[in-house]
């Protein structure tokens, strides 16, 4: 019988991966890596990826590069893989525009950050989340609430009020809270699908109502959090929290610097030329990349 039975549906199942997007020597999007990273995570065990996401580097990527990264991924994969395209936007319109155009594109969902630098109140946020969700109603939406990095944070209560709209199905907790899923589950009930967005945090975050996660490990460990998940859906608590514990030298050195930073490192070191972040971003620096080999290596012996 499964440990929480009871608890949300998975509209996008319980592994999401949020694919890093791949560049050449000359700094240009890599399509057919891209194409082949996306296979390889599929493969290794994720139900669904995420492009154009932060860990994408949405922020300098053109809505050109991103509408066909969306394309190539989606017919790479195929259509029993659930793909979600970043959209969101600190300009209501153009966040708008980039979820229909996700739609046209062939997403099965759509990630929608919180506006970033603005800083909008509560009531702007409510509008905001409200009119791309009626813009695009036949898309699902995964609301996502990251106020390390926009300056604001989606309250609970203002997501409850989002509710009314058919579309708003799932919401990424990346606010560093297990905390903000139990008010999310308060406020909501149980047919929004918490997701965690954080690699750390993804056991307690279960352990609180959570349905899965939109992960970066993912790219290097998917197997070992897909057994940790399984392990606690099925029951077995003490093997997924030894798994837990297992994992967290990759989450840390993962998120040692801004991702996705180590993450690039990551794959390049197991074999995947991704190239460096795009500008601002930087390339893991020596020392860094060094103390991840040795994780890594020490990984591929469990």
Same mark, same amino acid.
């Given at each position: 019988?499964?440990?929480?039975?009871?608890?949300?549906?998975?509209?996008?199942?319980?592994?999401?991966?949020?694919?890093?997007?791949?560049? $050449?020597?000359?700094?240009? =999007?890599?399509?057919?890596?891209?194409?082949?990273?996306?296979?390889?995570?599929?493969?290794?065990?994720?139900?669904?990826? =995420?492009?154009?996401?932060?860990?994408?580097?949405?922020?300098?990527?053109?809505?050109?590069?991103?509408?066909?990264?969306?394309?190539?991924?989606?017919?790479?994969?195929?259509?029993?893989?659930?793909?979600?395209?970043?959209?969101?936007?600190?300009?209501?319109?153009?966040?708008?525009?980039?979820?229909?155009?996700?739609?046209?594109?062939?997403?099965?969902?759509? #990630?929608?950050?919180?506006?970033?630098?603005? /800083?909008?109140?509560?009531?702007?946020?409510?509008?905001?989340?409200?009119?791309?969700?009626?813009?695009?109603?036949?898309?699902?939406?995964?609301?996502?609430?990251?106020?390390?990095?926009?300056?604001?944070?989606?309250?609970?209560?203002?997501?409850?009020?989002?509710?009314?709209?058919?579309?708003?199905?799932?919401? /990424?907790?990346?606010?560093?809270?297990?905390?903000?899923?139990?008010?999310?589950?308060?406020?909501?009930?149980?047919?929004?699908?918490?997701?965690?967005?954080?690699?750390?945090?993804?056991?307690?975050?279960?352990?609180?109502?959570?349905?899965? =996660?939109?992960?970066?490990?993912?790219?290097?460990?998917?197997?070992?959090?897909?057994?940790?998940?399984?392990?606690?859906?099925?029951?077995?608590?003490?093997?997924?929290?030894?798994?837990?514990?297992?994992?967290?030298?990759?989450?840390?050195?993962?998120?040692?610097?801004?991702?996705?930073?180590?993450? /690039?490192?990551?794959?390049?070191? $197991?074999?995947?030329?991704?190239?460096?972040?795009?500008?601002?971003?930087?390339?893991?620096?020596?020392?860094?990349? $060094?103390?991840?080999?040795?994780? #890594?290596?020490? #990984?591929?012996?469990?």
């Amino acid at each position: 019988m499964s440990f929480l039975m009871d608890f949300s549906p998975q509209p996008f199942g319980r592994l999401l991966t949020a694919m890093v997007t791949p560049f $050449n020597k000359e700094g240009l =999007v890599d399509f057919p890596l891209a194409c082949k990273l996306a296979r390889y995570l599929v493969k290794e065990g994720s139900d669904g990826l =995420v492009v154009c996401g932060t860990t994408g580097e949405s922020p300098t990527l053109t809505w050109q590069e991103q509408h066909q990264l969306l394309k190539e991924v989606r017919s790479a994969v195929g259509s029993n893989v659930q793909i979600l395209a970043g959209t969101g936007s600190n300009s209501t319109a153009e966040a708008i525009e980039a979820t229909r155009e996700a739609a046209r594109c062939g997403a099965d969902g759509a #990630l929608v950050v919180v506006p970033y630098y603005n /800083k909008p109140p509560q009531d702007g946020l409510e509008r905001h989340f409200r009119s791309v969700a009626e813009a695009a109603p036949d898309l699902p939406l995964m609301l996502y609430n990251i106020p390390g990095r926009t300056g604001c944070s989606l309250a609970p209560e203002t997501v409850a009020r989002l509710m009314n709209c058919p579309n708003v199905v799932s919401f /990424k907790a990346a606010s560093g809270s297990t905390d903000e899923v139990t008010q999310l589950r308060m406020h909501c009930g149980s047919r929004l699908a918490v997701y965690s967005g954080d690699d750390g945090l993804l056991l307690p975050m279960l352990s609180v109502g959570a349905v899965g =996660v939109v992960s970066v490990a993912s790219h290097v460990a998917c197997r070992q959090i897909k057994s940790m998940i399984t392990a606690y859906l099925d029951g077995e608590v003490f093997q997924a929290l030894a798994q837990h514990e297992e994992l967290q030298p990759l989450i840390k050195a993962l998120f040692s610097t801004t991702n996705p930073i180590p993450v /690039k490192a990551a794959l390049e070191l $197991n074999g995947w030329p991704v190239g460096p972040p795009r500008s601002p971003l930087i390339p893991l620096n020596d020392e860094m990349r $060094n103390s991840l080999l040795i994780i #890594l290596n020490a #990984l591929r012996q469990t």
